[in-house]
């Protein structure tokens, strides 16, 4: 039980060694007690080799190099293992406190370990480890403390078990250092910055086939589950709890590059850039990984696997994730997302929220299964794109969003393709819908959640100001306490081969499929639309548009300029009808409420009551030039042309005038009627009857009748 005492380069057996083997050496027990490169065996060896040495020794150094084998070694140390316990200021190991060229192989430390900064387990500061571990819990106060090394190289096959503690770049296995290869570490830790289950920090290294399992605790930035801040991570993973005081916090990666077939599945806090499985990275994607832990983040940045990054492949998180903005279930705010999932629930509360995407790019075969609540651009999928689509991807959370943009899929984005959402959708402000808030070209979409907003509300979409909607359908019942309300559009241009089947609630500009709109061709609207102001209509509230082989099947109840197709009109209707009855005060039609453009060839059933300007085809028709209850279009002239309507059930009129009577004029000189203006009777509209008695429309190309029913479009 030797007991030695020195100054500089001391140890049990050698105190400077400058040549030769040291090999083949047991200690049991003993102290050791020096100033500067102290050693358990060695106080500083500069050439030769180290093997097979063991030592169960209690080292002191007041200054920096302590070793529980070698305080400083410039050679190669294989087969050897310390047990005591060994404290210093800097560069303090298990084994060795500073190895300054040769690499450690198969050796073990069981020591604990204390010093300032460069502290580890087996290495305080040096070069490559290989086929070694270390089992002492290990403190540092300082920077670069590990539970295996404190800074070193690479590391491969290897490992450490003890708890850590530290300041800066802390890590379970390394806290700062180079690759990392089939290794692990099992011990919880502590640190300021840069803190790792297994690494602290890499400037330019990767981990690979390795794993922490412990809890890793920062009381600042980059704080990761298995590296703090590093590069690539491979194969590998994390089961600890995460928990950051500021930014850059991830279940595996804090601050990181690119993370491939690697999973994190332990809880995760933090301030910003906070993520399940990775924090931050400014240039790195994520494949073929996953996160199963709970994320909150107290600022922006939040997401279920990333907070704030790249693209993401053929990954997913489970995990509820709560932050401020740019919140996602996957990634708070990143790139294009391809083959990937989220299903926890989102909350944040300000703008950028999505059940899969924040604010991002483009989105392709891949869904968000979460309910989502945020303030602005929130969406059952991604809150908000600038730039990028979304193909063949879902949502089914319900989605709740405090102001503007809020979609079941998107909140504010671009083009939606082959795409659907299920949840019920509710905005206090404009721009929301079933699928999207606001955005472009809908195709191949549908969306079947009820939708509730202010203005520019639709079943589908609430607002788009360039876009298109083809071949989609909303199913949900729609209610805006503003006006641009519609069963599948609030506001938008062109609807081809669309349809709308729920209800819908509104003030002005309310229609079955849209509230306000242009081109509307082979499309049709089923639900009942009530508007508390003018501009109501079946199919369209306010229309600029073509509107070609359309009809609505629901009832319209509206105040001035309601219809049973189109409350009002500025272009031409071809080839459509209605049936719904209609209700309103002022100028209300079967078919339009007013027209200032020109229809013909269709047909309306509608049941049509109001007080002024009561008409079975049309309220009124065409503008007076010299009106003086300031409408729309002074001057403008209505045509109408070959229609026919129900007179059993509806008024006799075809045009409204004040309190409503014959066929005739509207108030004023401009209302143009050509072709065939015929009221007919059920019999004579329904069935067979209906190609003789309503000839003018074409029952060769565009129109077909019904056994017992009125005709239908032909597609």
Known sequence: DPDISGNHSTGTVIGNSTSGTVENINIINGEVDGQTKVG?????????????????????????????????????????????????????????????????????????????????????????????????DVTGSGDDVGGLVGDGGDVTNSNATGDV??????????????????????????????????LGDTAFGS?????????????????????????????????????????????????????????????????????????????????????????????????????????????????????????GGL????????????????????????GLVGDGESISDSYATGDVEGAGNVGGLMGDTAFGSVTNSYARGDVTGTDNDVGGLVGDGEDVTDSYATGNVTGSGDDVGGLVGD?????????????????????????TAFGSVTNSNATGNVTGTDDYVGGLVGSGEDVTDSYATGDVEGAGDVGGLMGDGESIKNSYAAGDVTGDEDRVGGLVGDNSGVVRKAYAEGDVNGNDKTGGLIGQTKASVRNSYSEGSVTGNNKVGGVIGINYGDINNSYTVSDVSGNNRVGGLVGQNGEDAFSNENEDFPGRDGLIKDLYWNKEVSVNSAIGREGGSDIGSTKGGDSITQGVISGLTTSEMQGTSAESNMGALDFNGNWTTVSGDYPEIQD
Do not use: C
């Not at 300041?167 to 830790?189: C, H, K, R």
């Not at 705010?333 to 999505?354: C, E, L």
């Not at 070209?441 to 969306?447: E, I, P, Q, R, Y």
């Open 331 to 354: 990634i708070g705010d990143g790139d294009d997302v391809t083959d990937s999932y989220a299903t926890g629930n989102v909350t944040g509360t300000d703008d950028y929220v999505g």
């Open 207 to 327: 981990v690979t086939n390795s794993h922490a399992t412990g809890d890793v605790t920062g009381s600042d930035d980059y704080v990761g589950g298995l590296v703090g801040s590093g590069g690539d991570v491979t194969n590998s993973y994390a089961t600890g709890n995460v928990t950051g005081s500021n930014d850059y916090v991830g279940g595996l990666v804090g601050d990181g590059e690119s993370i491939s077939d690697s999973y994190a599945t332990g809880d995760v806090k933090g301030v910003g850039d906070v993520g399940g499985l990775l924090g931050d990275t400014a240039f790195g994607s994520v494949t073929n990984s996953y996160a199963r832990g709970n994320v909150t983040g107290t600022d922006d940045y939040v997401g279920g696997l990333v907070g704030d990054g790249g693209d993401v492949t053929n990954s997913n998180a489970t995990g509820d994730v709560k932050g401020v903005g740019d919140v």
């Open 165 to 198: 503690k530290g300041v800066g770049d802390v890590g379970g296995l390394v806290g700062d250092g180079e690759s990392i290869s089939d290794s692990y570490a099992t011990g919880d830790v502590e640190g300021a910055s840069y803190v790792g289950g297994l």
């Open 439 to 463: 955005g472009g070209d809908v195709t191949n979409s549908n969306a079947t959640g009820d939708v509730e907003g202010a203005g520019n509300v639709g079943g589908l979409i609430g607002d």
């Open 40 to 136: 358990g065996i060695v106080g500083i060896k500069y050439s030769g080799s180290i093997t097979n040495v063991s030592a169960g020794i209690t080292v002191t150094g007041q200054d920096d190099e302590v070793g529980g084998i070698i305080g400083r070694s410039e050679v190669s140390i294989k087969k050897s293992d310390s047990n005591g316990a060994v404290n210093g200021t800097d560069n303090v190991g298990g084994i060795v406190g500073y190895n300054a060229q040769g690499q450690i192989e198969n050796s073990k430390s069981s020591a604990t370990v204390s010093g300032d900064d460069d502290v580890g387990g087996l290495l305080g500061d040096g070069e490559d480890v290989t086929d070694s571990y270390a089992r002492g």
